[in-house]
């Protein structure tokens, strides 16, 4: 992943890019300073009931704008194809990505210190009333919940995406929801189909770039 660190010494120190030479404005910020990520992330993580994925997306792209819609899509995927909690992979990533691995220990430090705290006190406060049915009641209403998170982001994120990138997806989500095959199964089958798409693609880019410039 690309790094930030040489462009920090020419960022205002509000965390913004330089303004672009040719006047064009710039479609992300970037974090000021690792106090500012370790707080984002830790806030993230601290209202994330249900999971933190939809908040980092709300957070990330909407609020902060420290990434655009697509680029959270993409460190998403990478994030997904490395083992591990996906959202502590995309800490790591984004963290590096801007100030190596100092952010990257931040973010992470961030996204799961005060959490991990609440996590087991609440595990031990449910070992204590887990048998109730009240409590199971509530238990499978915020897993309802979660799981309409989860779905209001994919669609939130899928008007990012063109075509022919829906379409593995919805390979994916039919082949592991419904079929229930193996994930490395589909994973195996599906990531060198998008490899190929992205290949295919990039190559018609340059085609018709070069083909633009040929004709000046």
Known sequence: MRRDDDAQGSAPEDGNPA???GGSAPDTRRPASLAELFLTFNRLALHGFGGVQPWASRVLVDERR???ATEFVEMLAFSRLVPGPNVCNLAIMF????????GALAALAGLVAVPGVL???VAAVHGQFAHLPSV???IAAMAAVAAGLMIATALRL???QPARWLALGALAFVAVGVLRWPLVTVM???VPAAIGFGWRSVRGVAARGGDGGAQR
């Open 19 to 21: 303004p672009d030479p």
């Open 66 to 68: 420290w990434l655009t």
């Open 95 to 102: 963290g590096d990505r801007h100030f190596g691995v100092r």
């Open 119 to 121: 996590v087991l006190v």
């Open 136 to 138: 199971q009641r509530a």
């Open 158 to 160: 899928a008007r990012t």
């Open 188 to 190: 195996a089958a599906l």
